[in-house]
Structure formats: structure tokens, C-alpha cells
T-cell receptor, first 112, second 110 residues
């Protein structure tokens, strides 16, 4: 079955460490997205990519980095520069934004 | 700034009633509209999409779009406790991105 796989489901890291969240899709979608969701809050766009080897900053890109070397994969690195990294991270993909997104199951990151 | 507005709720309805969720958007050129359901601790799941004015029905769900008034709504008939979740409205205004509202929390009491 086609879908988006995010791993790991839960991640614990010490403050000051970089951490990479995985997102893989087999839907043959061109566009991929990373969102952050804090408790009781809406979705905030971190980065998005419309095509391989190209990506754009979203509304809250500071302290994050991404790469898009393959169509299927869009990993997100949370760097030590991110002030409040503890959150629920959601990856999504789309054939085009016009048709809506499919979301992965999310990664809950806790920094201690 | 393109915005999508939703009442955060909670919207409380008894089991079997109709739940009505509303969403307004600011960008007149918005082209497509979506409702996502998000259970606590889970990721959003697409439940309805609508592209033209009028009503679109899918089972117990009806999406309504009025582009002139810039609102989109979701009706849930015969509400069940399992419908208790946060409902996110999303609007496509171009550049391959959706703009999301902050969501309305729905509580259906038995």
C-alpha cells in the first residue's frame, strides 16, 4: 500500500544535539512538506520541496535544515540552534497542493 | 497574509445531532478546500475535499462551499462519540502549499 512513513515515532534527545527525522513516501508525489505542531496549536510550515534537489523555507525554518536528494525522501534535521524543539513533527506529501496532502503518522520529539 | 479562520471550540453536541463546523478564508483566489480530522496525538486525516460552490456529500459528512462569502463548512450528521476530534480546515491558494486553520475541537457526548 502507498503511504508516508515517518520514523521514529518517538525521539528523545539531549539539549544541544542535532537530530534527524526521517520521512519516506511511495506515492510518487512530487511535493513534500514538514510541519510542526505544538500542543493546542495549528500546523506551522517549516520547509517544503516541490521537486528533487530544491526546497524552500516555510514560516519557521530557523534552526532546521532539510535535503531532497531523492523523490521519495525528505529528511528534517533539528539543529541545536532551534530554541524550542520539543514538538510533534508531521511530514506530508502531495501530487500538487491543489489536490491536498497526505500526512505521515508523525514523530514526537522531546528534548531534555 | 493569507489566513484561514476557525472557531477553536470546543463545540459540544449530543450523540445523534448534527455538528456544524465553519471556516472562513481571506484569499479570494483560493481554489480548493479541505477538511482534515485529527484525533488527539495522531496525524491529520483527509475526510473531505471540495472545489466548486455548493454541497458535496460523503456518507454522514457534507462539505459546503460559498466562494462569494469566502466560507466553507462541514456538517456531520448523526454525530457519534467517535467523531470527537479536532477538525482542521485547509485552503489551497497557490505555490503548492495549503494554508491551515488552527482547528475546531468537536466533543460528541453519548
Amino acid at each position: 500500500d502507498g503511504g508516508i512513513t515517518q520514523s521514529p515515532k518517538y525521539l528523545f534527545r539531549k539539549e544541544g544535539q542535532n537530530v534527524t527525522l526521517s520521512c519516506e513516501q511511495n506515492l510518487n508525489h512530487d511535493a513534500m512538506y514538514w510541519y510542526r505542531q505544538d500542543p493546542g496549536q495549528g500546523l506551522r510550515l517549516i520547509y517544503y520541496s516541490q521537486i528533487v534537489n530544491d526546497f524552500q523555507k516555510g514560516d519557521i525554518a530557523e534552526g532546521y535544515s532539510v535535503s531532497r536528494e531523492k523523490k521519495e525522501s525528505f529528511p528534517l534535521t533539528v539543529t541545536s540552534a532551534q530554541k524550542n524543539p520539543t514538538a510533534f513533527y508531521l511530514c506530508a506529501s502531495s501530487i500538487s497542493g491543489w489536490s491536498g496532502y497526505t500526512f505521515g503518522s508523525g514523530t514526537r520529539l522531546t528534548v531534555v | 497574509q493569507k489566513e484561514v479562520e476557525q472557531n477553536s471550540g470546543p463545540l459540544s453536541v449530543p450523540e445523534g445531532a448534527i455538528a456544524s463546523l465553519n471556516c472562513t478564508y481571506s484569499d479570494r483566489v483560493s481554489q480548493s478546500f479541505f477538511w482534515y480530522r485529527q484525533y488527539s496525538g495522531k496525524s491529520p486525516e483527509l475526510i473531505m475535499s471540495i472545489y466548486s460552490n455548493g454541497d458535496k456529500e460523503d456518507g454522514r459528512f457534507t462539505a459546503q462551499l460559498n466562494k462569494a462569502s469566502q466560507y466553507v463548512s462541514l456538517l456531520i450528521r448523526d454525530s457519534q462519540p467517535s467523531d470527537s476530534a479536532t477538525y482542521l480546515c485547509a485552503v489551497y491558494t497557490g505555490f503548492q502549499k495549503l494554508v491551515f486553520g488552527t482547528g475546531t475541537r468537536l466533543l460528541v457526548s453519548p
